[in-house]
């Protein structure tokens, strides 16, 4: 029997012997690798935030005092002393924990998480509501480095620092977000002295001022009363310290005896506070330290190795297919530069990276500033790919509007991850980029039906002159060949794939496969149906869906977005516009509600946008005999 059998809470960390927690990290760690490696997860980060977990929970008295783990990736350890530890073995698997900090799921979670740098913003709130009501507890942000690339970051430190109130701020700092950190920031936080250079450079200033002549003694004393200042000069203290926060560290974040002195001492402090904590990732398991990049979000993979089972498909995924045509475009095009946020591996830009360094840009976790950034190198001429997730694309909305659509400027979204992603959930499900990009003008948006339609996208995405977005969902492609060459598509035209008289399947992107597959079944039931490929949701072929409408008023959409304002309401917008009726339409898509995580087929059943749910809506339509 370990020592984590008799943690059910915070309550039952506090009662063990300091000497013990080293050997709880011990076995907290192995839990969580043996269950990420059957459910996959975001192992790494995790690994390198225990002590800090455990070191948080002992002197804390959670959930009365908030703690916020940013982005919620490295808080396994949290979720298992937090009396999660029975279910852990659910993480990430439908109906079980989630992969973030969720309020529902426990009151020890103070905020549901899952897109970077809110924590110090939510922190700030809740730290004013204490006051507020008169509350003692404590709120503490925990933020990783690579989230401190975020303008929100710094917009919640300014206001912190402005009103001063009661707030301590974490920055665990292990030189990498998701792939290594990048700018001026970056820089400036491994810019560390240790306790014993800082001691000798100290003493070695100290012996120089007193030589000087009549004057040196008194240049010591006032050095002496500076120390402070000297300190925050030549640690990244200073940068903090600008925001009025008082600066602690950078100290060893897996040195659980003093990390739970530091927080005792800090713990009674009632101005703002950052404390700097220096972490590894991947701590303690061998394979997520020497590649913590592979490892800061993996799939199941086999613990004495960490190698990932053989892959069973040679068929590759489409953020693989998107990468490997930006490299072929752009050597036939020197002005095709790409732009992505702190996500190279992620968005299948790294092969670009290191074939034309000078036209790669990672802005960091900064997606706001990465969409205006390409505004300009558009403005200049140049034609800029702006690849991002399409859960974190939401976060540039304004710039989008602003930046590039009001003057047209020539930007192309490659939205990766578009739908259903799976087991992230609520937080990082693409389901919204078909309602919220095709209502601004000047802006085309497009969705291929495999990866050779994804090649042709993007040729035509890189020479429209004008804003442009193609979305591509997550995973393995369908397995068609792709063209050696690539050529343009028609914008606004849409394509048929099969005939029929008795229902009209319109589709658009990866629900195309659905539809086809719908169609094979329902030819089994005597039911013939004409399948489009939409391939834009807008401009919309409005005068081919007009024609077939009229043709056959029996018509389904499908599309893995909401509904309201998706592709489908743009179908009816084209048949209300042209006064078509009488039709029956019936919409597939996502309802008006989040989705949580699960298995990405799994979760399309549950909401009816796969094969089965388009064959039963067209049974449906069908006309009793």
């Known amino acids: 029997m370990g020592l984590i059998d008799s943690i059910y809470s915070p309550s039952d960390l506090k009662i063990l012997a300091r000497t013990d927690l080293v ?22 980060s995790s690994l390198g935030a225990v002590e800090l977990a455990i070191a948080l929970h002992y002197v804390f008295d959670a959930p009365r005092d908030k703690i916020i783990w940013d982005v919620g990736h490295q808080s396994y350890a949290h979720k298992i002393i937090t009396g999660r530890k029975d279910q852990f073995h659910t993480l990430r698997q439908h109906n079980g924990i989630s992969g973030f900090t969720r309020i529902h799921e426990s009151p020890y979670d103070a905020f549901t998480t899952g897109h970077s740098s809110t924590s110090i913003s939510a922190a700030l709130g809740m730290a004013c509501c204490k006051r507020l009501k008169n509350d003692t507890g404590k709120v503490i942000a925990i933020i990783g480095d690579g989230s401190m690339t975020a303008g929100l970051a710094y917009e919640g430190l300014n206001q912190a620092g402005d009103i001063h109130k009661d707030l301590i701020v974490i920055l665990n700092d292990n030189d990498m977000s998701i792939n290594h950190n990048v700018g001026a920031l970056s820089s400036f936080l491994s810019r560390k002295f240790s306790a014993k250079k800082l001691q000798l450079l100290r003493k070695e200033f100290g012996e120089f001022l007193k030589s000087l002549p009549r004057i040196g003694d008194d240049i010591y004393q006032f050095a002496k009363r500076s ?17 009025n926060f008082e600066y602690f560290g950078p100290i060893n974040g897996h040195k659980i005896d003093h990390l739970i002195d530091i927080l005792e001492n800090i713990k009674s402090m009632t101005e703002p506070v950052l404390l700097h904590v220096s972490t590894i990732k991947g701590k303690g398991y061998e394979p997520a330290e020497n590649n913590p990049v592979f490892f800061h979000g993996v799939g199941c993979f086999e613990i004495e190795t960490g190698e990932c089972p053989a892959k069973k498909s040679s068929v590759p995924t489409y953020t693989e297919v998107f990468g490997n045509c930006m490299v072929q475009l752009a050597k036939a095009n020197r002005r095709l530069v790409a732009v992505t946020a702190a996500m190279p591996e992620g968005t299948g830009l790294s092969k670009f990276a290191e074939t034309f360094p000078d036209r790669f840009f990672d802005v960091g976790i900064a997606e706001q500033h990465g969409v205006t950034f390409a505004a300009g190198i558009a403005a200049e001429g140049y034609r800029p790919v702006v690849a991002i997730y399409s859960t974190f694309l939401q976060r540039a909305y304004d710039q989008i509007v602003h930046d590039v659509c009001i003057e047209s400027l020539p930007v192309v979204f490659a939205i990766d991850r578009g739908g259903i992603v799976g087991e992230d959930g609520a937080t990082h499900h693409g389901l919204f980029d078909l309602s919220f990009l095709r209502s601004i003008p000047n802006m085309i948006v497009m969705a291929p039906k495999d990866e ?72 089994t039931e005597g039911i013939h149906a004409t399948v489009v490929n939409a391939r834009f949701v807008k401009p919309m072929d409005v005068d081919l869906i007009g024609l077939l409408a009229k043709q056959i008023p029996r018509i389904i959409t499908v599309e893995d977005n909401v509904l309201p304002g998706g592709f489908g309401s743009a179908v009816l917008e084209t048949l209300s516009d042209q006064n078509i009726s009488p039709v029956q339409v019936v919409r597939l898509g996502i309802p008006d509600v989040f989705v949580e995580h699960g298995p990405q087929a799994l979760l399309r059943t549950r909401i009816g946008i796969d094969e089965g749910a388009i064959f039963r809506a067209a049974k449906k339509l069908m006309p009793l005999p």
């Open 452 to 523: 050779n339609e994804l090649c042709q996208m993007l040729a035509t995405a890189v020479t429209h002159n004008g804003p442009i977005a193609l979305r591509y969902p997550r995973g393995k492609a369908v397995g068609v060949p792709v063209d050696a060459s690539f050529s343009s598509l028609t914008i606004g035209k849409a394509e048929i794939l099969t005939t029929g008289d008795d229902v009209l399947i319109i589709a658009i992107g990866s629900t195309v496969q659905a539809a086809l597959d719908a169609h094979k079944r329902l030819l």
């Open 227 to 243: 120390e402070e200042s000297f300190k925050s000069f030549v640690t990244p203290g200073m940068l903090f310290e600008a925001f």
């Open 23 to 44: 050997l709880l990290a011990e076995e907290i760690r192995h839990i969580i690798v043996e269950v990420v490696s059957k459910n996959g997860g975001h192992l790494a």
